[in-house]
C-alpha cells in the first residue's frame, strides 16, 4: 500500500506559489487501479513523479510498503535522448536487475519501432517514444504502474495492444492514472481521486470522481495560487 503521511509540496510560477499537496494524509488504495483528476495546474503530473520518488515532497513522507512502483510513462526524463531505444532499454533492464536480452526483444517486438529502436532517441516523434517508453515499462514487471498522459498514443491497433497488454499485468498489479481522457481512463480504473487546491480526495468509484471533478470545474476550473 502507498501512504502518503502529512505530505505538502508546492512550487513557484511567475503568477505565484502553487499548492499541489497541503498536509495531505491517505492510503491509495491496493488491488485497485486508480484515476487522478484535477484541473490543469492542479498538480498531477507533480504527484505522479512523487509517487514514482523522481521528485521529492516538500516536508511529509511517501511509504510504498516495498511495492515496486514504475518509473512515470510520460516523464521524458526516462528515456536518454542521445541513446538508442535498445541502448535506452538495457540500461533500464540493468537498473531494474531483469534480463537484458528478453527486455531489449520484448520492446523490440512491442513497440514496432523498426530500423529506429538502434536510432537515438532524439530521432524519434513524441509518438515513437510514448511507444518506447510503454514498452519498457511492460517489459519490466511491477507492483504498480505509474501513467502520465500517454495511453492515447499511435493507432486504435497499437492502443488495442496496450490496454490488452496493461489488462494483462492488472491481474498482478495496480495502475495509477493521469489523463484527461475520461474513456481511457474507464477503460483502465475503477476507483478515482480528485486533486484539487492541495488536496487529495478518493472515491471507491471512478464515477463519483468525475463527477466531483466535473462540479469542481464548474464552479471553480482554475486552482488556487498564492501570491509570493
Not at 136 to 158: H, K, M, P, W
Not at 179 to 195: N, P
Amino acid at each position: 500500500m502507498i501512504v502518503l503521511d502529512r505530505v505538502d509540496k508546492a512550487y513557484r510560477t511567475v503568477d505565484g506559489r502553487r499548492v499541489v499537496l497541503n498536509d495531505v494524509s491517505v492510503c491509495l488504495p491496493e488491488g485497485r487501479s486508480l484515476g487522478i483528476l484535477g484541473a490543469n495546474g492542479a498538480g498531477k503530473s507533480t504527484l505522479i513523479r512523487l509517487l514514482a520518488g523522481t521528485e521529492r515532497p516538500d516536508s511529509g513522507r511517501i511509504s510504498r510498503g516495498g511495492r515496486s512502483v514504475s518509473f512515470p510513462l510520460g516523464f521524458g526524463a526516462t528515456l536518454h535522448p542521445k541513446l538508442t531505444g535498445q541502448e535506452n532499454v538495457t540500461f533500464l533492464a540493468r537498473l531494474y536487475g531483469i534480463d537484458e536480452h528478453e527486455a531489449a526483444g520484448y520492446v523490440a517486438d512491442f513497440a514496432e519501432l523498426g530500423a529506429y529502436y538502434r536510432m537515438p532517441v532524439e530521432t524519434y516523434s513524441s509518438g515513437m517514444r510514448a511507444r518506447l517508453a510503454f514498452g519498457a515499462c511492460l517489459a519490466i514487471q511491477f507492483d504498480v504502474y505509474l501513467i502520465d498522459e500517454v495511453t492515447a498514443v499511435g493507432d486504435a491497433r497499437f492502443r488495442a495492444r496496450c490496454l490488452d497488454a496493461f489488462r494483462q499485468r492488472m491481474k498482478h498489479a495496480d495502475v495509477i492514472m493521469v489523463s484527461h481522457d475520461f474513456e481511457t481512463m474507464r477503460a483502465y480504473c475503477d476507483t478515482g481521486a480528485v486533486l484539487a487546491n492541495g488536496s487529495l480526495t478518493l472515491f471507491g468509484d471512478l464515477e463519483d470522481a468525475i463527477r466531483h471533478h466535473d462540479r469542481i470545474m464548474r464552479n471553480n476550473p482554475v486552482p488556487a495560487m498564492e501570491i509570493a
